[in-house]
């Protein structure tokens, strides 16, 4: 008889050490944890940065205090030097970067010290993958031929992001049944919930409809007694499909994503004060946008937290000086015996602040309340991470509705993309609740020579 050969076996794939740049770690602390059954090298670099960080009473310093409390805890498993499990399987080192190990970065910076402590671990036989937020880093690394990974956990895919509507062909009797007021049961495709339907018929593509898909399943006409809101009225579809979601006190969460100019952060306050001022469905509207300049930081500004807030803040007012000219109060019939004096816009601005109708407040000093019955709005989430995000939904009570708005294409965050920060994060993450909704704007509507500037510039 011949003699039995030995089943082959598939060889298990060898196991990646990824070392980790600092900005992954303030970017986020789970970052430790999401590499599953490979090694995680921290080159000692990275501490000393970290160590800069955590005195800081930002959001970086919270995420390196958070990075140094867990390296801590894992320390009580063994020496770092040598090696500590981690809680998802694999092991996480922290090594000092050899002298010897140069690889034509003779200049001692931290990125340098990263690049080259991976590079002697590639000489060594591991197979070394570099994971930063830093495109310097990764580019310096690829020209060593090593390789290198942006950070993709809390990432989506920005190409694909959800639009919140889709453009469907459907039998004509099924829009004329819409257009009768029925709400339907059967919807055409798959669906999230708050999701709008932009339908067609098939026999007369002249007949077109616009749907919304409600949690429940059903399908109905969106309501048109709402296309204008305090004093403004939408311009185009989507717009249109904006204005139903901030108006539904049923959705709590609206992300609205789009270019300058669609009209975003306009939508929402308008819907804000009408609801505060004219259905008193929430008790104030709550303004908050992170503090991020564009360009050089013009530095310390005087006054008070409201004085100071108020710079950061003009694009608020400018919305608001916008919608009250546009929404004038009621008047006294003419030949009346006491007409009251006209407020100007800011009058009318300061009066909102003053009784509380609204309220600036800074990211900063909102971890740790509970914000309940109010009308959120963080303006410019797109630079926000999406733990910034979480912290700030989080905050919100019963009774509150939270509005995220923002234009991927333009982050002033040095560590975030178009698909990594926190906006797109959430539209895409929370896209399957039933009180989310969520509409990505294409259409300029600020002015002709805005538009041209969001396409051409």
């Known amino acids: 008889m011949p003699p039995k050969t030995a089943s082959r076996r598939p060889k298990k794939p060898s196991a990646k050490t990824f070392v980790l740049d600092t900005n992954v770690l303030l970017h986020s602390p789970v970052a430790l944890n999401v590499f599953d059954d490979n090694h995680v090298v921290l080159p000692m670099v990275v501490l000393e940065e970290l160590d800069k960080f955590k005195t800081q009473s930002s959001e970086l310093g919270r995420n390196a205090r958070e990075s140094i409390r867990k390296l801590d805890a894992l320390r009580v498993g063994g020496k770092l030097s040598k090696g500590v499990a981690l ?8 090594l000092v970067t050899p002298e010897i190990e ?13 690049i080259r402590l991976a ?11 570099i994971v930063s937020m830093d495109i310097n880093v990764r580019v310096k690394a690829n020209a060593l031929d090593l390789e290198t990974e942006d950070f993709e956990h809390e990432k989506v895919n920005f190409d694909e992001l959800y639009s919140g509507y889709s453009e469907t ?3 004509q ?11 339907l049961s059967a919807v055409p495709s798959k669906c999230y919930p708050n999701m ?17 898909v409600f949690p429940d399943g059903t399908l109905a006409e969106i309501n048109l007694a709402i296309d204008t809101v305090y004093g403004i009225q939408s311009r185009n579809i989507e717009q249109r499909m904006a204005l139903e979601l901030l108006m539904d006190p049923a959705v709590s969460i609206v992300t609205l994503v789009g270019q300058a100019g669609t009209g975003k952060t306009l939508l929402a306050i308008a819907a804000g004060l009408h609801l505060v001022q004219h259905e008193h469905l929430y008790d104030r509207i709550l303004v908050s946008r992170p503090i991020v300049p564009l360009g050089k930081d013009i530095g310390y500004l005087p006054g008070d937290k409201e004085e100071k807030l108020s710079h950061w803040m003009e694009p608020i007012f400018d919305n608001l000086e916008y ?4 929404h004038q109060p009621d008047l006294p019939p003419a030949g009346a015996k006491k007409q009251p004096k006209l407020l100007t816009p800011q009058d009318r601005i300061n009066h909102l602040l003053d009784n509380d109708t609204l309220e600036l407040e800074a990211l900063t000093y909102i971890r740790g309340r509970s914000i309940s019955k109010q009308f959120i709005l963080i303006d410019e989430a797109q630079n926000l991470t999406p733990h910034e995000v979480k912290t700030v939904v989080s905050r919100a009570g019963e009774g509150s509705k939270v509005i995220l708005t923002g234009d991927p294409c333009q982050i002033d965050n040095p560590y975030l993309d178009a698909s990594s920060n926190g906006l797109t994060y959430a539209a895409e993450r929370m896209k399957e ?3 989310h909704g969520h509409v990505t704007l294409h259409h300029s509507e600020r002015s002709q020579l805005a538009a041209a500037a969001a396409k051409y510039l």
């Not at 140069?102 to 990263?114: I, R, V």
């Not at 049944?177 to 709400?183: A, W």
Request: no cysteine; charged share 30%; net charge neutral.
């Open 119 to 129: 590079y002697s671990l590639v000489r060594k036989g591991e197979r070394v993958i």
């Open 87 to 94: 809680p998802s399987g694999g092991t996480l080192r922290v």
């Open 169 to 171: 062909v459907v039998p």
């Open 323 to 326: 919608l009250l000219r546009k």
């Open 173 to 183: 009797d099924m829009i004329e049944r819409l257009y009768d007021g029925q709400v």
């Open 102 to 114: 140069k690889a034509g970065l003779e200049e001692d910076t931290p990125d340098n010290a990263l």
């Open 196 to 212: 709008f339907l932009h339908l067609t018929a098939a026999e007369n593509p002249d007949m077109k409809a616009i749907a919304r």
């Open 433 to 435: 609740l039933p009180i």
